[in-house]
């Protein structure tokens, strides 16, 4: 039996083609179901639905012996207890910090609001700038228009939403897209089924980019 964790949304959409290669697909819409294992047209395998964040934690403790989770969640949370061996190239977008669009320039001491406290605080440190962080869990964009901080680090994809609340990106932190990940002792243990799911989900890449 193989477990693979993954979130409900964007990577959940954006993965299925990737899980239709191996013969994966779901029994059951997680959007519209309540269940959280949801089998598939593998006997083999399920699905656990879970929250992106929680990804990394379920796979390493080997709760799931794959995840599908993005770059940022996996750099926030630490990726030494894991293998990552494919970027999957869905769910893209950038990790920024942004501001107010009539806000100067970031000096001295300041304040960022963010849900990515140790990539915030690795990023700033290695520009040797002295970033006071608060730890939010969402609506990030709203912490500089009321005062709560001077800028913000969140994901920026169409810039939309920066837009719509007064805000503009300025600094690139990186590039971030989702990756599969595999619970270490699952890659000894199964490693057969999970090599060839890896090799299907990189033909599914490879038939992408041709
Ligand atoms: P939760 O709902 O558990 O708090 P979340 O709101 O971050 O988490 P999603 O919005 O589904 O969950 O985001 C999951 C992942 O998708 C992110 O970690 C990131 O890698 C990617 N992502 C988030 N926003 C965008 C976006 N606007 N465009 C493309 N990818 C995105
Ligand atoms: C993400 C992210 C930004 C937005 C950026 O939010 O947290 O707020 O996308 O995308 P844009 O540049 O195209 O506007 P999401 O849509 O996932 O909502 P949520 O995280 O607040 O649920």
Do not use: W
């Not at 191996?22 to 959007?31: C, K, L, R, S, W």
């Not at 290695?126 to 939010?136: C, E, F, P, R, V």
């Not at 989702?178 to 599914?204: D, G, P, Y």
């Amino acid at each position: 039996m193989l477990t693979i964790a993954i979130s409900k949304g964007r990577i959940y959409e954006e993965a299925l083609p990737f899980l239709a290669e191996a013969g994966i697909i779901p029994t059951d819409n997680p959007e519209t179901c309540r269940k959280l294992i949801l089998d598939t047209t593998r006997d083999d395998v399920k699905l656990i639905i879970i929250r992106a964040t929680d990804v990394p934690t379920f796979v390493e403790y080997g709760a799931a012996d794959l995840g599908i989770t993005g770059k940022d969640v996996l750099l926030e949370h630490g990726t030494e207890n894991l293998y990552e061996p494919l970027d999957l190239n869905i769910a893209r977008c950038r990790l920024m910090t942004a501001a107010h669009q009539d806000a100067p320039p970031l000096t001295g001491r300041f304040r960022v609001a963010t849900k990515y406290v140790n990539i915030t605080e690795r990023y700033f440190a290695s520009l040797g700038m002295q970033a006071d962080i608060i730890k939010l869990y969402g609506s990030m964009e709203l912490a500089p228009l009321v005062g709560l901080a001077d800028c913000i680090v969140d994901l920026v994809e169409t810039g939309n939403t920066l837009k719509a609340n007064h805000l503009e990106p300025r600094e690139l932190i990186m590039h971030i897209s989702s990756r599969l990940v595999v619970n270490k002792a699952a890659m000894k243990m199964k490693n057969t089924a999970i090599v060839t799911l890896i090799k299907q989900f990189e033909h599914t890449l490879h038939t992408r980019n041709s």
